[in-house]
């Protein structure tokens, strides 16, 4: 997985490395540390419906919604993205960038109260990624 160093607001998805389906900026991977180290292993839950802007729910690593609802798309970082099981088969063809945004989490994410939420930056992945990624 690569990192991304800042994310240009007029290009977000620029710098992100191509033919990878989960990636993250600096920033998600410095409040996944903070709330890892404060609530051991979690687990990114992506709730929308929506691609591009939506939240992300953190969660303990063990919480049952994962288990019987979603599907793994990916990790950061050895933290596991869900998406919902009804949504999996729109995932299959995207990119999904782990940003973080000024705001409140979810009232059940664990980055509720810190000040900064997850959300998502996606792309289409071109036909020869998602050949080279077998999906």
Same mark, same amino acid.
């Not at 998805?13 to 990878?20: F, H, I, M, S």
């Not at 690593?61 to 990916?74: F, Q, Y």
């Not at 088969?89 to 810190?114: A, P, T, Y």
């Given at each position: 997985?690569?990192?991304?160093?800042?994310?240009?607001?007029?290009?977000?998805?620029?710098?992100?490395?191509? *033919? %990878?389906?989960?990636?993250?900026?600096?920033?998600?991977? !410095?409040? @996944?540390?903070?709330?890892?180290?404060?609530? $051991?292993? #979690?687990?990114?839950?992506?709730?929308?419906?929506?691609?591009? *802007? %939506?939240?992300?729910?953190?969660?303990?690593?063990?919480? !049952?919604? @994962?288990?019987?609802?979603?599907?793994?798309? $990916?990790? #950061?970082?050895?933290?596991?993205?869900?998406?919902?099981?009804?949504?999996?088969?729109?995932?299959?063809?995207?990119?999904?960038?782990?940003?973080?945004?000024?705001?409140?989490?979810?009232?059940?994410?664990?980055?509720?109260?810190?000040?900064?939420?997850?959300?998502?930056?996606?792309?289409?992945?071109?036909?020869?990624?998602?050949?080279?990624?077998?999906?």
């Amino acid at each position: 997985m690569s990192i991304l160093v800042a994310v240009d607001l007029d290009d977000p998805l620029a710098g992100v490395r191509r *033919g %990878t389906q989960v990636e993250a900026t600096e920033t998600a991977l !410095d409040l @996944l540390g903070d709330i890892t180290n404060d609530h $051991g292993p #979690v687990a990114l839950f992506h709730m929308g419906q929506a691609f591009d *802007g %939506t939240g992300i729910i953190c969660v303990p690593h063990e919480d !049952d919604i @994962l288990k019987k609802n979603a599907v793994r798309l $990916g990790d #950061v970082l050895g933290t596991p993205l869900y998406v919902a099981k009804y949504q999996n088969h729109r995932w299959m063809e995207m990119q999904c960038v782990v940003d973080v945004i000024n705001g409140h989490g979810g009232m059940f994410s664990l980055d509720s109260g810190k000040g900064r939420r997850f959300f998502t930056r996606c792309r289409l992945l071109t036909a020869s990624e998602q050949e080279r990624l077998d999906l």
